[in-house]
């Protein structure tokens, strides 16, 4: 297994992590509020990544505008879904032909509905510590959650426990993770293990 900087749309920061064996499919990771310290290190979206790639999957990492490398400025929200846009595009670049995931985490995950709102499109997508409740990025009634997306959820999230989204999307797949809250502190192995196998049965059939 081996990671490989990439540059998205001529402005972005990404990382590529590559299986050892030919990949199968390839996942998009967006990652945490960058005004809160969220970058594509965040270790939830790291432990993501390596287990989307011991699963034979390439993983595509990216910072949203004006974090890390990446151009351009912070917006609250208003413009960072062309970001996942434009590193959906990349990951089809980079494998074209396989199928295609992409999993938010937190701010990732409110960013990612909003590009799905706005037309966007992968063969499956996941949620983690999706914020149920109002936040500085997410003043607004979530976007719509379509069915058949996977969600993540934390017991104790501060955010949205999830006990209250499987009340708030009784049609959408709900995997809860105990004790713990928003940061899956002690659980973040087992946060990739959940997204990793999802990702291995919807798209590798």
Do not use: K
């Not at 069915?147 to 104790?156: I, N, T």
């Not at 087992?190 to 997204?195: D, S």
């Amino acid at each position: 297994m081996r990671e490989e900087p990439q540059r998205i749309a001529d402005r972005l920061e990404g990382t590529l992590r590559i299986p050892d064996e030919p990949a199968c499919a390839v996942v998009v990771l967006a990652h945490p509020l960058p005004t809160h310290g969220g970058t594509m290190r965040n270790p939830v979206v790291a432990a993501i990544a390596r287990a989307v790639a011991h699963r034979g999957m390439l993983a595509l990492r990216f910072n949203f505008r004006g974090t890390g490398e990446s151009g351009g400025r912070w917006t609250g929200g208003a413009e960072e879904p062309e970001d996942v846009a434009d590193a959906v595009a990349h990951a089809r670049a980079l494998a074209p032909g396989l199928p295609l995931a992409v999993c938010g985490y937190s701010f990732g995950a409110v960013m990612t509905l909003r590009w799905l709102e706005q037309g966007g499109r992968a063969d499956d997508v996941a949620l983690v510590g999706l914020p149920l409740l109002a936040v500085a990025f997410a003043p607004q009634p979530l976007p719509p959650v379509p069915d058949g997306v996977f969600v993540v959820a934390a017991e104790r999230d501060q955010f949205g426990p999830a006990a209250d989204v499987r009340l708030a999307l009784p049609r959408v797949e709900v995997a809860e993770v105990p004790g713990v809250d928003h940061f899956f502190e002690g659980a973040r192995d087992a946060v990739g293990a959940l997204v990793a196998d999802r990702f291995l049965r919807t798209l590798a059939r």
